[in-house]
Nanobody, 125 residues
Framework: QVSLVESGGDSVQTGGSLTLACVGS????????VSWFRQAPGKEREGIAA??????RYDAAVQGRFTISQDNTKNTVSLHLNNLKPEDTGMYYC????????????????????WGQGTQVIVSS
């Protein structure tokens, strides 16, 4: 079992920056695959970044602006959001899994069994 808690969401202006944190705990938290998803109002949840064993993946919409990182000493996966745009507004969730097969489909929410409660990001123009 894995428990995830996100934090760091806030309201910022266009061009601003935020750092979101996802802290994991539980007996299954061992070299997990962690993805960040976001869900805008009225839209489906979409995968935007993932990390596993030091390797990273990004959606094209955030490539070059967002950076995912992992601190194993703190069981934390962070998402650094730079040059934020109004279209980045949404609820941000982290999700985790331990199955390697999930890594190849890191952007699909249905593959992840463990989820945090989400943290809200609002970007105003």
């Amino acid at each position: 079992q894995v428990s995830l808690v996100e934090s760091g969401g806030d309201s910022v202006q266009t061009g601003g920056s935020l750092t979101l944190a996802c802290v994991g705990s539980g007996s299954s938290w061992l070299r997990p695959i962690v993805s960040w998803f976001r869900q805008a109002p009225g839209k489906e949840r979409e995968g935007i970044a993932a990390i596993y064993n030091g390797d990273t993946r990004y959606d094209a919409a955030v490539q070059g602006r967002f950076t995912i990182s992992q601190d194993n000493t703190k069981n934390t996966v962070s998402l650094h959001l730079n040059n934020l745009k109004p279209e980045d507004t949404g609820m941000y969730y982290c999700a985790a899994d331990s199955r390697l097969s999930t890594w190849y489909l890191w952007y699909r929410p249905e593959g992840f069994p463990y989820w945090g409660q989400g943290t809200q990001v609002i970007v105003s123009s």
